[in-house]
């Protein structure tokens, strides 16, 4: 995704879909575990967005 800068900011105002398929099963955990959330202003540059889905089942487990 490419966005231009705001006007007035050395940034701009990024909204993108957060992904939601895997959520959906019971038990599974949608983190971002690198970057910034939807809605934020992004520096220029370029910013790497990352979300790892965890099973939660399998930390509660470890937990034990």
């Known amino acids: 995704m490419t966005v231009n800068t705001d006007p007035g ?3 701009a105002t990024v909204t993108y879909t957060t992904p939601v398929g895997l959520i959906t099963v019971r038990g599974l955990l949608l983190l971002m575990t690198a970057g910034q959330a939807s809605g934020t202003v992004f520096p220029v ?3 790497t967005v990352t979300y790892q889905v965890v099973d939660v089942r399998v ?3 470890l937990a034990l």
Do not use: A, Q, S
């Open 9 to 11: 900011l050395c940034g």
């Open 59 to 61: 930390i509660l487990l």
């Open 45 to 47: 540059g370029t910013t």
